[in-house]
């Protein structure tokens, strides 16, 4: 049934490409998305058949009706259920999320945290653009406290999640920040999530131009964004700023950006990142770090290779089923007590 | 043997055991109708018990009951009135006093009887003169002495001593029916074989009571009910919810297909979860959801990822899987979902029975969102419905719901094990890659089902979703679409009625009076009707167990009566559906809403009380 032909996958970005006319915003980062990650997927030798993309409801969930791929567009909140019960029917699979803000962090917010506790292997890609996009303008679980929009006409009272800190502290094992249209780190970032076997949290910071436009501008524009981010990649020093002068030091427990040649700092005194440290916290923390006092991570921060529930499933069904007298239903309904009259 | 001095030879008889919901009754009920069945007797159990897992001791509200009836003829019921009651306490009396036949043998633990304890049933003297039950056979055992005093020389620690005195009452039960005692002392060893102390002290209880009983005989009738005539075959004891849960195992197999639950725990579906959790042996896959909107959502999920999927539930579980039950509408994947009836609204009576959510099933969604509706009508009987709720999902790509309620997930009877190689086939409607292209929503003639192409199929990568569609899966606002969707999906709901048997009438096809029920109404219904035709009455009756589409010759069977009454735990809902869908009749309510199954005698009483009207 679900057998495929084995073959060379000579794909390029295109044979991910649907019929359907893409129908966001002209100027929307949902587009650069979309194109990365189809441009990833052509590299990766993985017959198409086997990818599927999920979402829930809005501007992100509309990506499965882009992908010539299997797609299913579900309903407000509920991609992750929907994505576990596919994952779990035929682990051969490759299941991609697609979500949003409102729909991972709100009406989702308990499936999300669920899903990542369970770790099974899911790549989740959330559209972070702080706001609610196809119901027209009302405010998110991410967006920043004092937000004016139609429903907080005098500016929001609630502290927004961050996301990062939201997986990690729900035992998330993967957790990636990228930008809509930067198709670069994208692809990077996109790749080490396909390849990547667990529940995987990837933010995309990207901007609604309609609703919330400049919402992440110090991060996304040329005179700003290398000051004010920092792309870890494992291995590598925590360095940023357009000098490159700047880095990230651990002082006191606490993280702190640090300038080369001020108060006897060099390159030395830098962190190096390493996302396969299996303790969250400095992942944590690194994840966490936002603007004015900290440059905004990006790359990937945690990478942790562990058990994921699909192949504790499979190896417990192994188990049983070696163990196990019953191997038909016949004999199931003949098990226990029975009398013959 | 040794000569028993008073016996009563009866066709049936009722026993119920209660007590609070920590003394065991619904194991020791559970092993009295094992031991019954075994030995050749039709049976029905009820168990009956509160919601809160250790109730208040003592109260009324704590009380936890297991009925049981056991017949040499057909029995249908677990039966209204107990002829045996054994009460471990004094509100168990209070709680039980109404539901006890004329004469009846009340067994009760006489060290419990104390003052304290009959002013917290809520009595002021002595129970059986207020509750008038003085006129029945009561025989007073002091077990909680009786059991210290068995137990003396045990190194077990009093908590435990006391309770076995569920046993105790269990052996002078079934010294009263002579029954044998070997299929419980093989259940003890098997329950407690870590733990040989409480094994031995469990079985030395069970003997005592039934030396005990035989050496008070003289004060108690015991009473023998010959095995019953039943159809030659191997048969089993088994509960509505284990049998729903093999039926879909048995679907799954005959499809070829792997068959995945996700389900949120709740009363009194569990079961359902909990059985096919263990069934990993037979490929079951489970997930114990974070909720009830997971749990069908990933059920969407694994069907979409070709598994015969399924999620149960009850109503309160059931309203919130509504617009989730609506996805699977719109994509027409194939889905069981089981509604486990409880007593409504809201959380309402967790543990206690009710037919009240048949429109919730039938209506309770946004849009035009027909489903397959169904209801069991017994215990077993829930293992053939489960088994063609799935295959009529797989076949018609629908969902199905299927109703079953306490009363049957917790009641249990006798079950004539069926071989698989009886049970109809099921044809899986595969896509298949053809030269022209896969169209999602392109649909069999007949059935106006679509076809189904699961991921990991090379060349039929489609995209489908809660979004109005076309035929070829794109989104589509256009009016005339929509309406042709609408309507078709509609249709292939309807078309379902090939697959629905013609109903089956109990007693003659013409007469004064059909009694018209609908699942678990089942057994109350025939069993009152049958009385009543023994009596001379010209009645007729008809249980429903597919509600949407009804079977096609609903309106001739009903042609044949003057009068229809319909009986229910409503207020009248499938009264009402029939009003919509049979305009032409007049339809009769008979209703109960008390988180209780009807009785039969209310029911034989409220038929001639309609048959003397004019």
Redesign the interface.
């Given at each position: 049934?679900?057998?495929?032909?084995t073959h060379e996958n000579h794909y390029v970005a295109k044979d991910f490409k649907?019929?359907?006319e893409v129908r966001w915003c002209p100027g929307c980062g949902d587009h650069g998305i979309l194109a990365s990650l189809q441009k990833v997927l052509a590299e990766l030798d993985i017959?198409?058949?086997?990818?599927?993309?999920?979402?829930g409801?809005g501007c992100s969930s509309r990506l499965?009706?882009y992908?010539?791929?299997?797609?299913?567009?579900?309903?407000h909140g509920?991609a992750?259920?929907?994505?576990?019960?596919?994952?779990?029917?035929?682990p051969?699979?490759m299941v991609w999320m697609m979500t949003g803000d409102g729909d991972a962090l709100a009406i989702g917010g308990?499936?999300f945290i669920?899903a990542i506790r369970r770790n099974i292997d899911i790549k989740i890609i959330l559209f972070n653009n702080e706001i609610y996009g196809l119901t027209k303008g009302q405010y998110s679980p991410t967006s920043k406290k004092g937000l004016v929009t139609k429903t907080s006409p005098y500016g929001t009272i609630e502290e927004p999640f961050r996301i990062g800190e939201l997986t990690i502290g729900a035992s998330g094992r993967f957790f990636a920040r990228t930008v809509d249209y930067n198709l670069q780190l994208s692809n990077e970032v996109y790749k080490e999530t396909a390849l990547f076997n667990g529940t995987a949290v990837v933010e995309v910071i990207q901007n609604c131009v309609i609703f919330n436009d400049g919402a992440h501008d110090l991060i996304t524009n040329k005179e700003t964004r290398d000051d004010n981010t920092l792309v870890l990649r494992h291995g590598e020093p925590m360095i940023f700023g357009k000098n490159r002068d700047k880095g990230i030091t651990l002082e006191n427990l606490k993280l702190k950006v640090i300038k080369f040649g001020e108060n006897g700092y060099t390159e030395k005194d830098v962190l190096v990142h390493d996302a396969h440290e299996p303790n969250p916290g400095i992942h944590y923390r690194l994840a966490g770090m936002h603007l004015p006092e900290y440059p905004v991570a990006l790359g990937v921060i945690r990478s942790i290779r562990d058990h994921t529930y699909d192949e504790a499933?499979r190896d417990?069904?192994v188990r049983?089923?070696e163990?196990?007298k019953?191997?038909?239903?016949?004999e199931?309904?003949?098990s226990?007590?029975?009398?013959?009259? | 043997m040794e000569k028993r001095l008073k016996v009563i030879e009866k066709d049936d008889v009722v026993v119920r055991f209660s007590g609070d919901s920590g003394d065991g009754m619904q194991l020791t009920g559970t092993l009295f109708s094992t031991t019954s069945a075994l030995f050749g007797h039709d049976i029905s159990t009820f168990p009956d018990y509160p919601s809160e897992i250790r109730a208040p001791q003592g109260t009324v509200g704590g009380v936890s009951g297991f009925q049981v009836h056991i017949g040499h003829k057909q029995v249908n019921t677990p039966g209204d009135y107990a002829d045996v009651l054994v009460a471990m306490n004094p509100a168990a009396v209070r709680a039980n006093a109404r539901y006890l036949a004329k004469g009846s043998t009340i067994i009760y633990d006489s060290d419990s009887f104390t003052e304290k304890q009959i002013l917290r049933a809520g009595y002021k003297s002595d129970p059986f003169i207020e509750d008038k039950l003085d006129g029945m056979h009561l025989i007073a055992a002091p077990i909680t002495t009786l059991v210290k005093e068995v137990l003396k020389d045990t190194e077990l620690d009093p908590k435990s001593i006391l309770r076995t005195k569920n046993m105790f009452a269990l052996g002078m039960v079934y010294w009263l029916f002579d029954s044998k005692l070997k299929y419980t002392e093989d259940f003890i060893e098997e329950k407690f074989g870590k733990k040989p102390l409480m094994a031995e002290a469990n079985s030395k209880v069970l003997r005592a009571g039934y030396y005990y009983a035989e050496t008070i005989q003289a004060i108690a009738p015991s009473y023998r009910v010959s095995p019953a005539n039943i159809e030659k075959g191997t048969y089993r004891n088994i509960n509505g919810n284990q049998a729903t849960s093999w039926g879909l195992l048995a679907a799954a197999e005959k499809a070829g297909l792997k068959l995945f639950i996700g389900s949120y725990p709740i009363t009194p579906a569990t079961g359902i979860l909990e059985e096919l959790a263990l069934r990993k042996d037979l490929g079951a896959k489970s997930l114990q959801a974070e909720d009830e909107i997971a749990g069908i959502c990933s059920a969407i999920g694994a069907s979409f990822a070709g598994s015969l999927a399924v999620t149960s539930t009850s109503g309160p579980g059931f309203a919130l899987k509504s617009e989730a039950l609506n996805l699977a509408v719109m994509t027409e994947l194939p889905l069981v979902v089981i509604n486990v009836q409880r007593g409504g609204p809201s959380t309402g009576l967790p543990t206690k029975t009710e037919q009240a959510d048949l429109w919730q099933a039938l209506y309770g969604r946004n849009g035009e969102s027909p489903v397959v509706v169904m209801a069991a009508g017994t215990p077993s009987d829930c293992f053939h419905y489960a088994f063609r709720a799935a295959k009529i999902a797989i076949e018609y790509m629908t969902p199905v719901v299927l109703l079953t309620d306490s009363y049957l997930a917790n009641g249990s009877e006798p079950w004539k094990i069926p071989s698989m190689s009886d049970m109809p086939s099921i044809k899986v409607p595969w896509a298949e890659k053809t030269e022209t292209e896969y169209l999602p929503y392109e649909r069999d003639p007949v059935k106006h089902s679509r076809k189904w192409a699961v991921p990991g199929m090379a060349g039929l990568e489609h995209r489908i979703g809660g979004l109005e569609k076309t035929i070829r899966g794109s989104v589509s606002y256009t009016p005339e679409n929509h309406e042709y969707m609408v309507k078709i999906r509609n249709e292939k709901v309807e078309a379902v009625v090939a697959e629905v048997p013609d109903l089956k009438v109990t007693g003659a096809d013409n007469g004064d009076l059909l009694v018209i029920g609908w699942g678990s109404s089942h057994g109350h219904v025939v069993t009152a009707v049958t009385e009543l035709q023994e009596e001379g009455y010209n009645v007729s009756a008809v249980n429903f167990n597919y509600i949407r589409p009804l079977p096609k010759n609903t309106a001739q069977v009903f042609e044949g009566f003057k009068k229809l009454v319909v009986c229910e735990l409503n207020l009248g809902q499938f009264a009402n559906y029939l009003r919509i869908k049979h305009q032409k009749f007049t339809y009769h309510q008979y209703n109960k809403v008390q988180g209780l199954p009807f009785t039969v005698k209310e029911i034989k009483e409220y038929c001639i009380k309609l048959l003397e009207e004019k």
């Open positions: 049934m679900t057998e495929t032909t649907s019929d359907q017959p198409k058949e086997k990818y599927v993309f999920v979402s409801i499965p009706y992908m010539n791929t299997y797609g299913f567009h579900g309903i509920r992750a259920p929907i994505a576990t019960g596919i994952k779990i029917a035929n051969d699979l308990n499936h669920h499933m417990q069904h049983i089923q163990a196990s019953i191997k038909s239903v016949d199931l309904l003949h226990g007590a029975t009398w013959k009259k | -």
